[in-house]
C-alpha cells in the first residue's frame, strides 16, 4: 500500500511540473482561468471543495448522530429496518444522486428552500449568502453531499454507541444525565476514535466526489460570491476538462489532483495528530 500511495504522488508530481514550473504557489492563489490565454489558477476549484466539504458535515453529522441514537435504542424490528434503509444510502450510485439533484433538488431549491431563506428568513443580510439564486450552486452540491455521506458517518456512529460498555451508560443514568448528556459527554468521548474514523470517512468522500456534484454546482470557474453561486470542485473541474486537455492543461489538472491529494492526507495528519494531542485527557497512555 505504501508503494501504491507513493506511486501516486510520484505520478502526479511528475505530471505535474510543467504546471508548478508556470505558475508556482501563484497557482494556488489565482482565480483565472483562460485556456485560450494558458493562465490558470486553483483557487475557485479549491474554495468550492472547502465550502460543499463543510456545508454537507454541517447538516450530516447532527443528522448522523440523531439517526444512530435513535436505530441503537429503537424496538429491534425498528432497528432493523431503519437500518436496512441507511445502508441502501450507500449503495445508490452517485450519479443517481446527480439526477435525483438535477430534477427534484435544484427544482425545489430554485422554487422553495432558496426564496425561502432570503425572503422569509432575510438571510441574505449575512455575509456569503447571496439573494441571486437559480437552483444550482454549492449550497444544493453540499445538501446531496450530505445525503451521500450520511449512511457511511451513521454506520460507523451506530457501531461506537453499540460497542460502549453498559455499565457506563449506566453510570451515566444513575447520576441523572439525560439521554443526550449521556451519549455527548460519556459515549461519545470513549468512542471518540470511532467517531473520528467515521467523520473522516464522511469527509473523504465528501471531498472527492465527481459525478453528483458535476449535476447540480453549475460547473463555472469564478470565485463564488455566496453560497447560492454557481461554481466547481476539483474533482468537477478533472471530470469536465481532463477528456480535451493537453500540453499546460492537462499537466494544471495534474496538479489540481496534488492538491486534492495534499488535502486529503493534511485532513489525516490532523485528524491523528488530535488523537495524540488529547489522549491524556481521555485517560488513555
Avoid at 170 to 175: D, P, V
Avoid at 232 to 260: H, K, P
Avoid at 264 to 283: D, E, N, P, V, Y
Amino acid at each position: 500500500m505504501l508503494l501504491l500511495v507513493a506511486g501516486f504522488c510520484i505520478q502526479l508530481l511528475l505530471a505535474s511540473s510543467e504546471a508548478w514550473e508556470r505558475f508556482g504557489l501563484g497557482f494556488l492563489v489565482s482565480s483565472e482561468w483562460d485556456p485560450a490565454a494558458e493562465q490558470f489558477g486553483a483557487l475557485p476549484s479549491i474554495i468550492g471543495t472547502i465550502v460543499t466539504t463543510i456545508i454537507a458535515l454541517l447538516i450530516a453529522l447532527p443528522l448522523a448522530f440523531a439517526a444512530a441514537l435513535y436505530i441503537v435504542d429503537a424496538p429491534k424490528k425498528i432497528s432493523i429496518i431503519l437500518g436496512y434503509a441507511l445502508d441502501l444510502l450507500a449503495a445508490i450510485p452517485s450519479v443517481i444522486y446527480g439526477m435525483w439533484g438535477l430534477f427534484v433538488l435544484a427544482p425545489l431549491m430554485q422554487k422553495t428552500i432558496q426564496p425561502f431563506f432570503v425572503n422569509t428568513l432575510h438571510l441574505d443580510a449575512i455575509p456569503f449568502v447571496n439573494s441571486n439564486y437559480n437552483g444550482f450552486g454549492l449550497f444544493s452540491a453540499g445538501v446531496i453531499l450530505s445525503v451521500m455521506i450520511l449512511p457511511y458517518i451513521c454506520a460507523v456512529l451506530r457501531d461506537v454507541l453499540q460497542m460502549t460498555p453498559l455499565v457506563l451508560k449506566e453510570a451515566a443514568y444513575g447520576i441523572g444525565c439525560t439521554k443526550l448528556e449521556a451519549s455527548k459527554d460519556i459515549i461519545l468521548r470513549y468512542g471518540i476514535r470511532g467517531v473520528l474514523g467515521g467523520i473522516f470517512i464522511g469527509l473523504g468522500r465528501a471531498l472527492g466526489e465527481t459525478m453528483a456534484v458535476l449535476f447540480v454546482i453549475g460547473n463555472m470557474m469564478n470565485m463564488p460570491a455566496g453560497i447560492f453561486d454557481s461554481a466547481t470542485t476539483i474533482s468537477a473541474t478533472l471530470a469536465n476538462n481532463f477528456a480535451e486537455a493537453d500540453g499546460l492543461q492537462r499537466s494544471v489538472l495534474f496538479a489540481l489532483g496534488v492538491i486534492l491529494l495534499l488535502m486529503c492526507l493534511s485532513i489525516q495528519i490532523g485528524s491523528q495528530w488530535f488523537l495524540h494531542a488529547t489522549k491524556a485527557k481521555r485517560g488513555e497512555k
